[in-house]
């Protein structure tokens, strides 16, 4: 059991609505109790709050964060790297700081509106519907080759004198063969 919201504003020497504020902002943890452990809290207070803007010497935190896909140009090839500048060390018990935080956050809404962009520009398509395009081309293609033998083969059987319907047979088989085949060709969209 640790110490009251009060008393630790108390032991920290500032008001409780700072302390509130810490909590709500996630600088430091409160207790499944509502308490605060004091010394826990302490080291958070410290690695999570920045310290008064004087002078400008500041610490720089780089960020990797992976590269969106289809973002329309510019970052090619691998991620990109986020710099921030402002105080606060890597995070400590596996945890990262407020400022590396925020900083990962930053570069994922520049890379949203990066792909925002490239979509208002037309640059990108939507997937769902180049699917939807593609599948209806496909089955256009397989109905017209299903009514070509009916269209060609009385031509075709009286230019060799053959029987009209044994060459609509025969040529109905071959194209349903043929279509069997590229039926069994599995093609991705990745």
Do not use: C
């Not at 020497?13 to 605060?36: E, F, P, Q």
């Not at 710099?83 to 606060?88: I, L, P, R, Y």
């Not at 180049?130 to 293609?141: D, N, P, Q, T, Y």
């Amino acid at each position: 059991m640790g110490l009251s919201i009060r008393a630790y504003a108390r032991h920290r020497g500032v008001t409780d609505t700072a302390v509130h504020k810490a909590i709500r902002s996630g600088r430091i943890n409160a207790l499944a109790d509502g308490t605060i452990d004091p010394d826990q809290a302490d080291a958070q207070w410290e690695r999570n709050t920045s310290a008064p803007k004087t002078g400008t010497q500041r610490a720089t935190v780089k960020v990797k964060v992976p590269e969106v896909d289809g973002d329309g140009g510019g970052n090619r090839g691998g991620g990109g790297t986020a710099t921030n500048t402002g105080s606060g060390g890597a995070g400590g018990a596996g945890g990262t700081s407020l400022l590396q935080a925020r900083t990962v956050n930053e570069v994922v809404k520049a890379q949203t509106n990066k792909v925002r962009l490239a979509r208002l520009k037309g640059e990108l398509i939507d997937r769902p519907q180049a699917i939807a395009h593609v599948f209806k081309l496909a089955r256009s293609e397989r109905d017209a080759w299903l009514n070509w033998p009916a269209r060609v083969s009385a031509q075709m059987a009286a230019k060799l004198e053959l029987d009209a319907h044994t060459m609509h047979v025969a040529l109905e088989n071959a194209v349903r063969e043929h279509l069997q085949e590229l039926g069994n060709l599995q093609a991705s969209v990745d």
